[in-house]
């Protein structure tokens, strides 16, 4: 999963990179138009065209007829009879060609997310740094110690909370730039990649995973941690950021959806594409 998630991480850094010191939302346009080409691509060669518009021409000539003879009960119960029926089928030549886009949908949000979700810490702001551990081991028996730096200072010694299995260091960052925090365990280096006023459109890492499949999907930013050491995760609380809309914050998430969808409708006709 690691070399797919790195050849993603190249693609979406060369697409990003031109707008990295521009508004989000200029990237937040960029990101949603190629998703759209995307999915009308996959959309054109994976469904039944000729079906689905078949489908649709049906559907209309059966709401005409429902308003030509409203006042026919009969036909009228026979139209939306037919109506459900085409819908039904419509359905039917949908599901393929969605079933082609999920795994590249969820690739795209999963690193879109790292991008957009979050914001870098600037200097001086103070954060807390979150180690959790494995089952089988003790917060306050194992011996893990996050090594200083002349990037950031560690403001305390570490906490070690029994109840969540978890280690705690409070850091806060002297100084702009991407640096790791590197961690001793087991005679072993661990990093973690920390962000430090980075430009507006930054790809920022809150949490590093062992190694593990839906883990590593869903944080797709930093190399998996091996499966053979304490720690499970390593976590950097950093501020969330949402798109701004006039002072409204929104989820960038939601305004994702909302400009693919109006721009996949928008294209579809220049695309010859029937959804």
């Not at 661990?190 to 590593?216: A, G, H, M, W, Y």
């Amino acid at each position: 999963m690691w070399i797919i998630n790195s050849i993603l991480q190249k693609m979406f850094n060369v697409i990003f990179y031109p707008f990295r010191n521009m508004s989000p939302w200029i990237g937040m346009l960029v990101i949603s138009l190629l998703s759209v080409f995307l999915i009308l691509f996959i959309f054109k060669h994976t469904s039944n065209q000729k079906g689905i518009r078949t489908v649709k021409d049906r559907i209309k000539a059966h709401l005409l007829e429902l308003r030509l003879y409203k006042d026919n009960l009969r036909i009228s119960l026979k139209a939306q009879g037919s109506i459900l029926r085409q819908n039904s089928k419509y359905i039917a030549y949908s599901a393929k060609p969605l079933l082609f886009m999920i795994i590249p949908i969820v690739l795209i949000i999963a690193h879109t997310n790292f991008w957009f979700g979050y914001t870098s810490l600037e200097p001086g702001q103070k954060t807390l740094v979150k180690v959790k551990l494995n089952g089988e081991y003790d917060p306050l028996e194992t011996d893990i110690r996050l090594e200083p730096s002349p990037a950031y200072l560690i403001e305390t010694p570490p906490l070690r909370i029994l109840e969540e299995n978890e280690i705690d260091w409070r850091i806060s960052p002297l100084k702009a730039g991407i640096f790791d925090l590197e961690f001793s365990v087991a005679g072993e280096k661990i990093r973690k990649t920390l962000s430090v006023k980075s430009p507006p459109l930054s790809r920022i890492s809150p949490v590093k995973f062992q190694k593990n499949f839906f883990d590593e999907l869903i944080n797709p930013t930093e190399a998996p941690i091996r499966k053979d050491l304490p720690i499970k995760s390593i976590e950097i609380l950093y501020p969330t950021k949402n798109m701004n809309i006039f002072g409204l914050g929104i989820h960038w998430l939601i305004v994702y959806f909302i400009l693919t969808i109006i721009m996949g409708f928008s294209l579809k006709s220049f695309f010859k594409v029937e959804i």
